[in-house]
């Protein structure tokens, strides 16, 4: 990679010490992501990829915590930093995008004063330095009468309209990297392809680095450079978006590809992936994933696969040790 | 639509209102007047007899009030709402399959009697021996076992739990189903699932769906015809594969281009379509007029009547009656308002 990564994940375990033994909630996981990079996190509900983007932020909910593994940025450390450090590096260094926008601000305050005041936290201006910056935000992302709508109440801007407050937020303080869970899941159609067309831009022009958490396949495709798919709190399947889709490699990504239905055209039934995603208690021995692989072998059963060389990217799966041996 | 098919259900001039003024007393202090929503207007369609017709749209067009409409959890303000000679829209014959397989199981009732319910309550079977019988092959149906059916509904997955509600659903042996959105809270392998099973038991059990859902993927696997609606209204209903083939409505297009389409991503496209109006203040004239590329003054003031087009498509837009009248200036006759 020419670039230094902005984030490095490196082998990260995030464990839930419980009254009935430990669960693993991340295991092994590893990922990086360049200046201007989108990598979207994929996967189903429980795969730990909001946990990825919590863990990253340092904002995993005790008990929950990482046992092992590193969490740089910007080629710095961030994993072991005291509360107090992490609570500067958060929205100064790393911003944050969540699902709900209504939920992500608050409906007492006007979006100018909740924006003015991310601002002087972070940064060392004036009042009427922040508000300018706040304006001019607004503007970036596409807010039409930002000077007006500035001293608007949350309650006034339609959803789509507050997302995109919502990213100004993220964007208050020029961070690095934007870790966004979910963005676009709580928009209709129409406004979702405004909201990933906006988030690729605001990507381009800064050199912003974003971590885009989602379910949806079809948002990767438009939005993301490199894709990681999660399975069972690991990650199975890593690399150019594209080619991910169009040549997955592991075969949970196969499934997960056959079962969305196509747009273009149209087929008798869809591929299903029988059974479900097994609970953090009993995830199987070996590959997580083998109680539901069609192409299961006994190793799969005893020895877990580590992301190897497959394709032009890198799958969790000992069928791709066959190809290249 | 085609005439000879049979009709399963008739839907004409179907409109309702709801009352969201302000209270009372409001009213009367503030002077403010009263307001109505009107969340469905002359909405007309029909769904032919072991077909599948979907209604699409974005939030707050007006499809999940539709569903409730057809199966009576509404009555409508205006319009008529008639089902074939052997479904007569009673309970026994139409049935509801909801979004939220979390909220629309109750949590504490066993399964069993959960799917028992509507039996019981509508005494479709004489003894318990019977109506366990009946449980039994109901689970079946769905692919679950009948030993889940002892089992609680926290204690199955997302995927498992809709297959509840779907087992619900058929115990009173319906021959029409409205499923609103049966699938949105799934993940997509789940949904997988779920479609195939929903189409697997349309086969086998001759069943009617109307389909409810804002994912035009979903759509075009599970439907015969199409219905798009925006703000209230049908803009444009045609067959499922010349809808995606050839759109016509300006509204249709638009959200044909706007969707994800993991095949073909367009990634440098210029996004600006603008948001849905508040249904509250509709537009004036064709209510997509503010969104639409081709809007003129016509547009902007007067209400495009539904036209019926010669492949049985319809369209509620001036600009694609212009064009047809062009053509053929015979062919492209109005659909007299209901």
Known sequence: MPDAPVLEVRNLRVEFPGRHGTLTALDDVSLSIAPGEILGVVGESGAGKSMTGLAVQGLLEPPGHIARGEVHLNGRRIDQLPTRAMEKIRGREIGAIFQDPLTSLNPLFSIGNQLTETIRLHLDLSRADARARAIDLLKQVGIPAAEERIDHFPHQFSGGMRQRVVIALALAAGPKLIVADEPTTALDVSIQAQIIALLRKLCDDTGTAVMLVTHDMGVIAEAADRVAVMYAGRMVEVGPAQEVIRNPQHPYTRGLMGSIPALRRRVAKLTQIDGSMPRLDAIPRGCAFNPRCPQAMPRCRQDRPDLMPAGVGQSACWLAEGVLT | ?338
């Open chain 2, 1 to 338: 639509m085609t005439a000879n098919a049979k009709a399963a259900l008739t839907v004409q001039g179907l409109s309702r209102v709801f009352d969201v003024s302000a209270p009372w007393l409001n009213r009367l202090i503030e002077r403010k007047p009263r307001q109505l929503l009107r969340a469905v207007d002359d909405v007309s369609f029909e769904v032919p007899a072991g077909g599948c017709l979907s209604l699409v749209g974005e939030s707050g067009c007006g499809k999940s009030t539709v569903a409730r409409l057809v199966t009576g959890l509404y009555a409508p303000s205006e319009g008529s709402i008639t089902f074939a000679a052997d479904i007569d829209g009673a309970p026994l014959s139409a049935q509801m399959i909801f979004q939220d397989p979390y909220a629309s199981l109750n949590p504490r009732w066993r399964v069993r009697d959960i799917i028992a319910e509507p039996l019981r309550e509508l005494k479709l079977r004489d003894t318990e021996a019977e109506i366990r019988e009946r449980v039994d092959a109901l689970l079946a149906i769905v692919g679950l076992s009948p030993r889940d059916g002892a089992k609680f509904p926290h204690e199955f997955s997302g995927g498992q739990r809709q297959r509840i509600s779907i087992a619900r659903a058929l115990a009173t042996e319906p021959r029409f189903l409205v499923c609103d959105e049966p699938t949105s809270a799934l993940d997509v392998s789940v949904q997988a699932q779920i479609l195939n099973l929903m189409r697997r038991l349309q086969d086998e059990l001759g069943l009617t769906y109307l389909f409810i859902s804002h994912d035009l993927s979903v759509v075009r696997h599970m439907s015969d015809r199409i219905a798009v609606m925006y703000l209230g209204r049908i803009v444009e209903e045609a067959e499922t594969e010349a809808l995606f083939a050839n759109p016509r409505h300006p509204y249709s297009r638009m959200l044909l281009e706007t969707i994800p389409d993991i095949d073909n991503p367009r990634r440098a496209r210029e996004v600006d379509v603008g948001e849905v109006p508040s249904p509250l203040n509709p537009p004036k004239g064709c209510a997509f007029n503010p969104r639409c590329p081709l809007a003129d003054a016509r547009c902007r003031s007067e209400r495009p009547e539904m036209l019926r087009l010669k492949d049985g498509a319809r369209v509620a837009c001036h600009r694609v009656a212009e064009a047809e009248a062009e053509r053929e200036p015979a062919t492209a006759v109005p659909v007299p308002a209901a």
